[in-house]
């Protein structure tokens, strides 16, 4: 009688034990695009041990403060994207614009920086410019490509209508845009991501080939985090998150990052 007393009583302690953990117990687990977001998230000096950014920043910041263990990893965009959606290894994304589709599989925070996006085309085809800037106009009068995985329908492009077969970095799309003239005029690209490439010791703006102009017609697009609904503190995250965004604008800290990585212009 007695061994089955201590038996239950340690079936009921560690029962109230694994119940008692909280999401400061746990490492989140924080995936992004392998192919770097600079000046958002970005290997400093190059060195794949050491991740640093606009973002990386922000989010050390909220969970430092908390008391929660994290780590980052990045890996192609489609696998974080799957990985986090199942919440298997990874619980949250970074750098992600808002469609309302996502909000079925994820936990979406405030918005905590916006992109200018631009077209941009080849000066060796287009020596005058393009005629049309428009949106509409340049859906309807040339070729358009990008980075296959990537979604640009948050700027109001389907993937109907964006080349991007085999295009997996941003060299070889910049190559297919200046020398295949049957397949691409132009791309869409955040502008602040272009520019931020020079910290990574690719400038592409050197080339005076590759020429550029922000979509007259699309606003500011906004970007989030995004946490896994599978997770078991993804709710419980996500608030901790934007309670943490919503102090660092009150306290101007995100004004202060944004004048550090050059974002402010």
């Known amino acids: 009688m007695k061994f089955i007393r201590i ?4 079936i009921f302690y560690f029962a109230n034990t694994l119940n008692a953990q ?18 958002y998230t970005y290997y400093h000096n190059n060195n794949p041990d ?7 920043d922000v989010i050390h910041l909220i969970l430092d403060k908390n008391n ?10 489609q696998s ?23 909000e079925k599989d994820y936990f979406i925070t405030q918005e905590f920086y916006s992109m200018n996006y631009a077209f941009f085309y080849s000066k060796t085809k287009f020596p005058n ?22 979604s640009y329908e948050d700027i109001g492009l389907t993937p109907e209508e964006i080349d991007s077969d085999s295009i997996h970095s941003y060299d070889k799309l910049i190559k297919i845009l200046h020398h295949d003239n049957k ?52 709710k419980e995250l996500q608030k901790l998150i934007n309670e943490g965004l919503t102090q660092l604008k009150i306290s101007g800290k995100i004004n202060e990052l944004m004048e550090k990585y050059n974002l402010v212009y």
């Open 183 to 234: 397949r691409c005029d132009v791309f869409a690209e955040g502008y602040e991501i272009f520019a931020g490439f020079k910290v990574v010791g690719e400038d592409y703006f050197e080339n005076e080939n590759l020429k550029y102009f922000i979509i007259p017609d699309i606003p500011k697009q906004p970007f989030h985090m995004m946490i896994s609904k599978n997770f078991k503190y993804g």
């Open 50 to 56: 050491k991740l640093t950014g606009f973002a990386i």
């Open 7 to 10: 038996a239950l009583f340690i």
């Open 68 to 77: 929660i263990n994290f780590k980052i990893e990045l890996l192609p965009w």
């Open 80 to 102: 974080a994207l799957l990985s986090v959606k199942e919440a298997n290894p990874f619980h949250m994304l970074l750098n992600v614009p808002y469609y309302k589709e996502r």
């Open 129 to 150: 410019g393009l005629k049309h800037q428009s949106l509409l106009k340049i859906k309807e009068t040339y070729k358009i490509c990008g980075l296959m995985g990537y």
């Open 22 to 39: 909280n999401i400061q117990d746990i490492t989140i687990n924080i995936a992004d695009d392998d192919a770097q977001w600079p000046p």
